[in-house]
T-cell receptor, first 115, second 115 residues
Protein backbone atom coordinates (compact mmCIF):
# COMPACT_ATOMS: atom_id res chain seq x y z
CA UNK A 1 0.00 0.00 0.00
CA UNK A 2 0.92 3.65 -0.08
CA UNK A 3 3.46 4.99 2.34
CA UNK A 4 3.39 8.22 4.31
CA UNK A 5 2.89 11.24 2.09
CA UNK A 6 3.49 14.89 2.83
CA UNK A 7 2.56 18.06 1.03
CA UNK A 8 3.79 20.38 -0.16
CA UNK A 9 7.26 18.94 -0.71
CA UNK A 10 8.75 22.43 -0.82
CA UNK A 11 7.49 25.67 0.63
CA UNK A 12 8.99 29.13 0.45
CA UNK A 13 7.48 31.64 2.85
CA UNK A 14 8.15 35.25 3.61
CA UNK A 15 9.00 36.01 7.19
CA UNK A 16 5.79 36.59 9.12
CA UNK A 17 3.65 34.45 6.84
CA UNK A 18 1.61 31.51 8.20
CA UNK A 19 2.18 28.05 6.70
CA UNK A 20 0.37 24.71 6.92
CA UNK A 21 2.09 21.40 6.29
CA UNK A 22 0.06 18.27 5.65
CA UNK A 23 0.78 14.64 6.51
CA UNK A 24 -1.14 11.62 5.23
CA UNK A 25 -0.07 8.63 7.34
CA UNK A 26 -0.33 5.01 6.34
CA UNK A 27 -3.99 4.03 6.51
CA UNK A 28 -4.93 2.59 9.88
CA UNK A 29 -1.81 3.71 11.69
CA UNK A 30 -2.64 4.80 15.20
CA UNK A 31 0.46 6.80 16.06
CA UNK A 32 1.73 9.87 14.26
CA UNK A 33 4.88 11.89 14.92
CA UNK A 34 6.22 15.18 13.64
CA UNK A 35 9.97 15.87 13.54
CA UNK A 36 12.03 18.90 12.53
CA UNK A 37 15.37 18.42 10.78
CA UNK A 38 17.80 21.31 10.48
CA UNK A 39 20.50 21.19 7.82
CA UNK A 40 23.21 18.69 8.70
CA UNK A 41 21.44 17.47 11.83
CA UNK A 42 19.35 14.46 12.72
CA UNK A 43 15.58 14.85 13.04
CA UNK A 44 14.27 16.21 16.33
CA UNK A 45 10.92 15.30 17.86
CA UNK A 46 8.17 17.91 17.81
CA UNK A 47 4.90 16.25 18.76
CA UNK A 48 3.03 12.94 18.98
CA UNK A 49 -0.56 11.86 18.33
CA UNK A 50 -2.35 8.67 19.25
CA UNK A 51 -5.42 8.67 17.03
CA UNK A 52 -6.82 12.20 17.37
CA UNK A 53 -5.32 12.86 20.79
CA UNK A 54 -2.15 14.93 20.98
CA UNK A 55 -0.36 13.17 23.83
CA UNK A 56 2.96 14.98 23.71
CA UNK A 57 3.83 18.39 22.32
CA UNK A 58 6.95 18.92 24.38
CA UNK A 59 9.17 19.33 21.32
CA UNK A 60 7.28 22.23 19.75
CA UNK A 61 9.78 25.11 19.84
CA UNK A 62 7.29 27.91 20.46
CA UNK A 63 3.60 28.72 20.68
CA UNK A 64 3.75 29.66 17.00
CA UNK A 65 3.75 25.94 16.23
CA UNK A 66 0.45 24.09 16.32
CA UNK A 67 -0.46 20.57 15.20
CA UNK A 68 -3.77 18.82 14.85
CA UNK A 69 -5.19 15.47 13.77
CA UNK A 70 -8.93 15.97 14.15
CA UNK A 71 -10.17 12.66 12.74
CA UNK A 72 -7.25 10.50 13.71
CA UNK A 73 -5.83 10.23 10.23
CA UNK A 74 -4.50 13.27 8.32
CA UNK A 75 -2.44 15.69 10.39
CA UNK A 76 -1.53 19.33 9.83
CA UNK A 77 1.41 21.18 11.31
CA UNK A 78 0.82 24.92 11.30
CA UNK A 79 3.47 27.54 11.87
CA UNK A 80 2.28 31.08 12.49
CA UNK A 81 4.33 34.20 11.80
CA UNK A 82 7.23 32.21 10.38
CA UNK A 83 10.79 33.19 11.27
CA UNK A 84 14.03 32.44 9.46
CA UNK A 85 15.02 29.94 12.16
CA UNK A 86 11.96 27.87 11.21
CA UNK A 87 13.67 26.95 7.94
CA UNK A 88 14.11 23.17 8.07
CA UNK A 89 12.73 19.90 6.76
CA UNK A 90 9.57 18.83 8.57
CA UNK A 91 9.12 15.08 8.70
CA UNK A 92 6.03 13.10 9.55
CA UNK A 93 6.12 9.47 10.67
CA UNK A 94 3.40 6.96 11.47
CA UNK A 95 3.39 3.72 13.42
CA UNK A 96 0.94 0.86 13.38
CA UNK A 97 0.18 0.40 17.05
CA UNK A 98 1.17 1.61 20.46
CA UNK A 99 4.06 -0.83 20.57
CA UNK A 100 7.13 1.23 21.34
CA UNK A 101 9.48 -1.01 19.37
CA UNK A 102 7.29 -0.90 16.28
CA UNK A 103 8.82 0.56 13.15
CA UNK A 104 8.12 4.19 12.34
CA UNK A 105 7.47 4.92 8.67
CA UNK A 106 8.56 8.35 7.53
CA UNK A 107 7.29 10.56 4.76
CA UNK A 108 9.66 12.39 2.40
CA UNK A 109 9.36 15.61 4.37
CA UNK A 110 8.43 19.19 3.57
CA UNK A 111 11.38 21.51 3.04
CA UNK A 112 10.46 24.94 4.39
CA UNK A 113 12.52 27.98 3.53
CA UNK A 114 11.66 31.24 5.25
CA UNK A 115 13.07 34.33 3.59
CA UNK B 1 17.10 7.07 25.84
CA UNK B 2 20.85 6.58 26.19
CA UNK B 3 23.34 8.34 23.97
CA UNK B 4 25.16 6.77 21.03
CA UNK B 5 28.42 7.74 19.33
CA UNK B 6 29.07 7.22 15.63
CA UNK B 7 31.79 8.39 13.22
CA UNK B 8 30.73 11.42 11.21
CA UNK B 9 31.50 9.82 7.86
CA UNK B 10 32.75 6.68 6.17
CA UNK B 11 33.63 5.68 2.63
CA UNK B 12 33.17 2.38 0.89
CA UNK B 13 33.68 0.88 -2.54
CA UNK B 14 30.74 -0.54 -4.42
CA UNK B 15 30.16 -4.28 -3.91
CA UNK B 16 32.42 -4.40 -0.86
CA UNK B 17 31.21 -5.01 2.72
CA UNK B 18 30.73 -2.03 5.02
CA UNK B 19 30.93 -2.09 8.80
CA UNK B 20 29.30 0.90 10.49
CA UNK B 21 30.20 1.14 14.21
CA UNK B 22 28.16 2.54 17.06
CA UNK B 23 29.25 2.98 20.67
CA UNK B 24 26.67 3.02 23.44
CA UNK B 25 28.64 2.55 26.63
CA UNK B 26 25.77 3.67 28.90
CA UNK B 27 23.22 1.25 27.43
CA UNK B 28 20.79 -0.22 29.94
CA UNK B 29 19.56 -3.77 30.06
CA UNK B 30 16.18 -2.79 28.63
CA UNK B 31 17.46 -0.79 25.64
CA UNK B 32 16.96 -2.11 22.14
CA UNK B 33 19.47 -1.05 19.45
CA UNK B 34 17.76 0.31 16.34
CA UNK B 35 19.26 1.45 13.04
CA UNK B 36 17.59 3.78 10.58
CA UNK B 37 19.03 5.31 7.46
CA UNK B 38 18.17 8.42 5.49
CA UNK B 39 18.74 8.53 1.78
CA UNK B 40 19.24 11.95 0.17
CA UNK B 41 16.05 14.02 0.06
CA UNK B 42 14.04 11.29 1.78
CA UNK B 43 12.76 10.58 5.26
CA UNK B 44 14.53 8.04 7.46
CA UNK B 45 13.76 4.36 6.93
CA UNK B 46 14.04 1.44 9.32
CA UNK B 47 16.95 -0.91 8.75
CA UNK B 48 17.19 -3.36 11.63
CA UNK B 49 17.02 -3.69 15.40
CA UNK B 50 18.18 -6.10 18.11
CA UNK B 51 18.57 -6.60 21.83
CA UNK B 52 21.38 -9.06 22.56
CA UNK B 53 21.80 -11.55 19.74
CA UNK B 54 23.07 -10.79 16.27
CA UNK B 55 20.27 -10.15 13.78
CA UNK B 56 19.99 -10.56 10.03
CA UNK B 57 17.43 -9.33 7.55
CA UNK B 58 17.31 -8.69 3.83
CA UNK B 59 18.86 -5.25 4.19
CA UNK B 60 21.69 -5.79 6.66
CA UNK B 61 23.12 -7.59 9.66
CA UNK B 62 23.51 -6.27 13.18
CA UNK B 63 26.38 -7.51 15.29
CA UNK B 64 26.07 -6.72 19.01
CA UNK B 65 29.07 -6.93 21.33
CA UNK B 66 28.82 -9.35 24.21
CA UNK B 67 28.79 -6.51 26.76
CA UNK B 68 26.32 -4.59 24.54
CA UNK B 69 28.38 -1.42 24.80
CA UNK B 70 28.85 -1.33 21.04
CA UNK B 71 27.28 -2.66 17.88
CA UNK B 72 28.06 -2.78 14.18
CA UNK B 73 25.73 -2.51 11.23
CA UNK B 74 26.99 -4.64 8.37
CA UNK B 75 26.07 -4.09 4.74
CA UNK B 76 27.35 -7.20 3.01
CA UNK B 77 27.72 -5.70 -0.47
CA UNK B 78 27.42 -1.95 -0.66
CA UNK B 79 25.63 -0.49 -3.65
CA UNK B 80 25.40 3.10 -4.79
CA UNK B 81 21.88 3.12 -3.41
CA UNK B 82 23.25 2.50 0.11
CA UNK B 83 24.79 5.98 0.20
CA UNK B 84 22.92 7.57 3.10
CA UNK B 85 23.18 8.81 6.67
CA UNK B 86 22.95 5.88 9.09
CA UNK B 87 21.56 6.47 12.57
CA UNK B 88 22.10 4.20 15.58
CA UNK B 89 19.32 4.75 18.15
CA UNK B 90 18.63 3.20 21.55
CA UNK B 91 15.02 2.50 22.48
CA UNK B 92 14.01 1.62 26.03
CA UNK B 93 11.43 -1.16 25.83
CA UNK B 94 10.05 -0.15 29.21
CA UNK B 95 9.48 3.50 28.33
CA UNK B 96 5.75 3.90 28.44
CA UNK B 97 5.61 7.50 29.51
CA UNK B 98 6.08 10.88 27.96
CA UNK B 99 6.77 10.88 24.29
CA UNK B 100 5.38 7.41 23.57
CA UNK B 101 8.38 6.13 21.73
CA UNK B 102 9.63 9.01 19.61
CA UNK B 103 13.05 8.39 18.08
CA UNK B 104 16.05 10.35 19.38
CA UNK B 105 18.47 10.85 16.49
CA UNK B 106 22.11 11.90 16.71
CA UNK B 107 24.03 13.16 13.70
CA UNK B 108 24.62 9.66 12.34
CA UNK B 109 27.29 8.43 9.95
CA UNK B 110 27.27 9.67 6.39
CA UNK B 111 28.22 6.74 4.16
CA UNK B 112 29.64 7.45 0.72
CA UNK B 113 29.87 4.61 -1.81
CA UNK B 114 32.34 4.88 -4.66
CA UNK B 115 31.71 3.07 -7.95
Amino acid sequence: GAGVSQSPRYKVAKRGQDVALRCDPISGHVSLFWYQQALGQGPEFLTYFQNEAQLDKSGLPSDRFFAERPEGSVSTLKIQRTQQEDSAVYLCASRDSGGLQETQYFGPGTRLLVL
Amino acid sequence: DAKTTQPNSMESNEEEPVHLPCNHSTISGTDYIHWYRQLPSQGPEYVIHGLTSNVNNRMASLAIAEDRKSSTLILHRATLRDAAVYYCILRDRLNYGGSQGNLIFGKGTKLSVKP
